[in-house]
Each structure stands twice: as structure tokens, then as C-alpha cells.
């Protein structure tokens, strides 16, 4: 993980005030770097000045790659590197993936503009793992940049005509206002050869090319990953224990986890009573408990893993509980349905992998101190503003911070427990099950209308939008605590493997009941927890992290609020 700023401008300011210097900081902890070129104009008032700021959380080879890498100190091509790129043209990556990605940058030997441009495109559409990225080619004269195709790495822009500037950033400045979420549908370029000569001409900053992640473009392609399998089942087919997909769908999510848990270093100034370099974002609920139980097989066994649980106190439900004086204090946070199946799960996990040392650190958030933060994830969040994004990163903002009451051989509440904060680097997250397996009602909605045609039709489009939603708010929020969130279900390959799947073999609305009482929403994945020992998991409702951990609307007295509504200060 790292924060990236870059400007593309006529001026000598690069546009970094310090307060957004600190919040890249916060991001990369373990390195700051800045560079800079110079491009001659036809003019010496059309010069053109690139300015690079990287900062580096190291979590890939064994050494920190400072950043901005570049072809040579001070001179030469540049790249800002944000991500981790588990695989590029289909083989693993060993090593720093940014030094990698960098040497394939610097690979072509021509010197045309066209040759080095589609060497560069061919280059980055051949990269799997979530990463933004800022790149000059100094030879080709052009800047790219853009994010991964599933958008799980953040990256703004901001076009200012009468500030003759360009300027890219993981996070936005405060005052936000200007700032746009670059798409994730392509990769983007300026080129500087024609910015120079047109630096003071009307809207010309924002002249930029975008390239298709596919060469030919196919828009049957999902995400540009995959084509959707819109396979109808066969009369009287069922989804049970003894479905093949059951064991592929388990070698995959292993398969995805791989990277995204082996070899992660050791923090620095780690706790030395505790190895822990993993930690899961965790509700107790289906998705979050199978990436946990599958982790625990591939961790060392020497190593912990944190389960991070959080749970707030809504003044609307602590004004409910005071009319029920049977209830403690600590209700407010243990009565979270987060919290409740959080428990459950913890101890379920506990007796499924013995040997493994797990940490249950449940985060009780005061409102009066979710307030005080407020601000703060507002200006991360943004360009998002409803009362969902805040109810949503609220949630995430507390979560990553990693600071609670920490159990280990106790599942129940305890008075005085503990309080510690997670030392990993390393979130997990469940993100994306959901899309991909038929997780939410308005699945079950599409299949009561019209059957599996509509159902297809729902779920091709969930996951044709997963790169457009909230995945850069998401990071925005998480990194800001120097951690990295990781989201097994949205590797490349597992993704593609899931929708090449028929969708009979992941959910199974046709077949209502079961005989194990397993409810059809994702059924594959709830065999998949039942195989694993993990009986209660594997028949938990879905329920929104807003719900769960009760951030949703939390300023409004009656909760009668919309969530579209736009958040006010």
C-alpha cells in the first residue's frame, strides 16, 4: 500500500499542502519520496513541471523500494506505484511487484511514440492484483495512469484550466471540492508534447486518452475478466454436498488467499508476544469466517490472527434499551448484531483450528467519539457524500484502526478485558462474495419475477459494476491506519472461475429448503462452511455492515433518513 501524488502543471508549486504530505504519510509510513522533471515548451511560459510524491507501506520483497522508482535519480521515466500485483502475464510475482512492474515498464528498447505505447498499455493490461499507478514515460513522452479494472485501489484527479494543471492523488486535499474518482473502465494518458504547446489554451487540461483494458474491446466481457455463464440448470437439478463445484470453489478461494497471506514481513515494532500479520475485517458473518478458517490453514501456525469486530453505540438504540431496565451497560455494544454473530463465530473457529492463536478485538465506539472523527472520514470518503458512504466508512474507519478489547481463551463479555491494537499490516476483507455467489434479497427478488433468466441477468450486472462502485472510498478510508486491505474473492482468476460458473451452482433459489437447513442465498459457500466445521456460520442471514454494526444513520433521531441523502457538516 502507498499514497501517490503526482501534478502535471506550468507552475512552481507542486500542490502538496502538508496536511495532505501527513495523510499520504498515513498511508505509507515506512517511506517518503518526491521527484521531479522538467519539459521544455515552445515557449519558456509553456514549460511544463511533473512533480512525483510516493509514499511506501512495504509489504513485498525484502527491502523497502523506496519510491518514486525511476530510470535515473533526477532524470528519466518515473512510476508511482499503488497496489500489489500478484500475477503479470498469467505468472507469479516474486520480489517487490513495483520494481517488477517498473523494469517491464522500462523493457522497450524503441523509440517511437507508438511502439512505447502500446508497450506500456500491453504491459499494464497483463498485470492481475489491485493497484493505481502514475507513470511518465520520459522517451514517449506521455504520463498514464489509472487503476486496477476492479477499482480496488484509489486515485483522484483534478483538471484546472486557470491553474494550467493536472494533479492525481490517492486522497484529496481539503477543501475537496474539484476532485473526481478516476474510472476504473481503462487506462488513461496525457500526452505532454501537445499539453506544452496548448498550456494556456481553454479546457485543454483536460485532454486525455483513454485505452480499453481489452485489445479488441469486447463488451460481452465482464469487468474485462471474464464472460458470464448464462447457462440455464438442467430439470431437478439440486446443489448439495456432493456438487463438483464444492471442492473447485474451495481449491480456488486457497488459491486466492495464497498470496494474500504468505510472506507477509513482520510489522515493525511488532508486539514480541504476539506474531500477528494477518487480520480479518470480522462480522461473524458467512464470507469473513471462510476466508479466517481457510487462512488458518495456510498461516504458520507460529503466527496469530486477529478477528476485528465493531460494534457503536447509536443513541437511537441506547434510547430503546433505557426503556428496558433489565438491560446493562454493556449492551450498547454487545446487543450488535455484529457483534452477537462475531461471538459465535469466534468460538466456532476457536474449536475448528486448534493449535491456531486467535484474537477476538471487539472496538466499542463511543457516538460522541465517532463524531469527533467525523470530519476526518468525510474528507477521506470524498468524492462520496450520502449518509450511506458515512454510515459504511464509519464502520471501516473504526475497524482498521484496530484498537479494542482483546479475547483469547474467553468468548463471552468480560468487565475489564485487555485492550490492545492489532500490529498487522494486512486486512482481509469479504467483499464480493455477495456479487458473485447471490448473496443480497434482491437476488431471491429477480429469481421470484422471472426465474433464473432474471436472476442471471441481476447478478451479470452486480459484478459488471463492482468496479464502479465504492471499493476506492473503502481503500481511502482503511489505508489511512498504514494497513492494506486484501479482498480474496476479487482476485482475477476467482472471479473469473465464478462467473464461468452456471449460477445454479452458486445459489439455489429453485430449491428453497434443504435438507441440512441451508438457506439457498450463496448456497455453495454455506456447504462450503458446513464442510469446514462451521455449522452456525454456514446458516447466518446476510445483513449489511451498516446494520450489523448499528452505524447506519446514526445522527438521525428517527433513522427516517434516506441513505441517498447527502451528508451534511
Avoid at 526 to 538: G, V, Y
Wanted: some cysteine.
Amino acid at each position: 500500500m502507498c499514497g501517490i501524488h503526482a501534478a502535471i502543471t506550468t507552475s512552481t508549486d507542486p500542490g502538496l499542502p502538508s496536511e495532505l504530505r501527513r495523510s499520504l504519510v498515513n498511508r505509507g509510513p515506512d517511506h517518503l519520496g518526491q521527484t521531479q522533471r522538467e519539459i521544455p515548451g515552445t515557449s519558456p511560459d509553456h514549460q511544463l513541471r511533473l512533480y512525483f510524491t510516493s509514499t511506501v507501506l512495504a509489504l513485498r520483497g525484502d527491502h523497502i523500494a523506496k519510491q518514486p522508482l525511476e530510470e535515473n535519480a533526477g532524470v528519466g521515466s518515473v512510476l508511482c506505484w499503488n497496489g500489489e500485483a500478484w500475477r503479470i502475464d498469467g505468472k507469479p510475482v516474486c520480489g517487490n511487484d513495483g520494481e517488477a512492474v517498473f523494469s517491464l515498464l522500462q523493457s522497450s528498447t524503441s523509440s517511437t511514440v507508438q511502439d512505447r505505447e502500446a508497450h506500456v498499455i500491453r504491459v499494464l493490461r497483463n498485470i492481475e492484483g489491485p493497484f493505481a499507478f502514475v507513470y511518465y514515460d520520459a522517451t514517449g513522452g506521455r504520463v498514464y495512469y489509472g487503476r486496477d479494472r476492479l477499482g480496488r485501489r484509489s486515485l483522484l484527479i483534478k483538471h484546472s484550466d486557470k491553474a494550467e494543471s493536472i494533479v492525481l492523488s490517492s486522497i484529496a486535499p481539503v477543501p475537496t471540492d474539484g476532485w473526481e474518482e478516476i474510472s476504473s473502465d481503462g487506462i488513461w494518458s496525457v500526452d505532454l508534447k501537445t499539453l506544452s504547446s496548448t498550456a494556456h489554451e481553454p479546457t485543454c487540461w483536460n485532454q486525455t486518452t483513454r485505452h480499453d483494458w481489452l485489445l479488441p474491446r469486447n463488451d460481452e466481457m465482464i469487468s474485462s475478466i471474464g464472460l458470464f455463464n448464462k447457462e440455464l440448470p438442467p430439470p431437478g437439478h439440486k446443489l448439495d454436498f456432493d456438487s463438483p463445484s464444492l471442492q473447485s470453489l474451495r481449491e480456488k478461494l486457497i488459491e486466492s488467499l495464497k498470496p494474500r497471506v504468505l510472506d507477509v514481513p513482520e510489522p515493525p515494532k511488532a508486539n514480541s508476544s504476539a506474531d500477528v500479520r494477518i487480520a480479518i475485517l470480522f462480522s461473524g458473518g458467512l464470507d469473513c469466517t471462510i476466508l479466517a478458517r481457510l487462512a488458518h490453514e495456510l498461516v504458520p501456525i507460529g503466527q496469530g490472527i486477529d478477528l476485528i469486530n465493531v460494534a457503536f453505540e447509536n443513541p437511537r438504540q441506547v434510547a430503546l434499551q433505557a426503556k428496558q431496565p433489565h438491560l446493562q451497560a454493556s449492551d450498547i455494544y454487545e446487543g450488535c448484531p455484529d457483534r452477537a454473530t462475531g461471538r459465535l463465530a469466534f468460538a466456532e473457529l476457536q474449536s475448528s483450528c486448534p493449535g491456531r492463536y486467535w484474537r477476538f478485538i471487539a472496538v466499542n465506539v463511543p457516538f460522541k467519539e465517532a463524531m469527533a472523527h467525523k470530519n476526518k472520514v468525510l474528507s477521506l470518503i470524498y468524492p462520496h457524500d450520502t449518509e450511506m458512504d458515512l454510515s459504511i466508512a464509519f464502520a471501516l474507519y473504526f475497524a482498521a484502526r484496530g484498537t479494542g478489547d482483546c479475547y483469547v481463551d474467553q468468548i463471552e463479555w468480560q468487565s475489564s478485558p485487555p485492550s490492545i491494537s492489532t500490529s498487522a499490516r494486512v486486512l482481509l476483507s469479504g467483499l464480493g462474495a455477495d456479487e458473485l455467489f447471490g448473496g443480497y434479497s434482491r437476488h431471491d427478488a429477480a429469481f421470484k419475477r422471472a426465474g433464473y433468466s432474471s436472476l442471471i441477468d441481476e447478478l451479470k450486472l452486480d459484478v459488471s459494476r463492482i468496479g464502479q462502485r465504492n471499493l476506492g472510498r473503502d481503500d481511502r478510508i482503511m489505508a489511512h491506519w498504514g494497513r492494506e486491505v486484501r479482498f480474496p474473492y476479487l482476485d482475477e482468476d476467482f472471479v473469473r472461475h465464478a462467473i464461468s460458473s452456471p449460477v445454479w451452482e452458486k445459489c439455489d433459489f429453485e430449491n428453497a429448503t434443504h435438507p441440512a437447513v441451508i438457506d439457498p442465498a450463496k448456497r455453495i459457500l454455506r456447504l462450503l462452511a458446513d464442510q469446514l466445521d462451521l455449522p452456525i456460520t454456514a446458516r447466518q442471514r446476510k445483513r449489511a455492515i451498516q446494520f450489523g454494526s448499528r452505524t447506519a444513520k446514526i445522527e438521525s433521531a428517527t433513522g427516517r433518513l434516506r441513505g441517498t441523502a447527502q451528508v451534511t457538516t
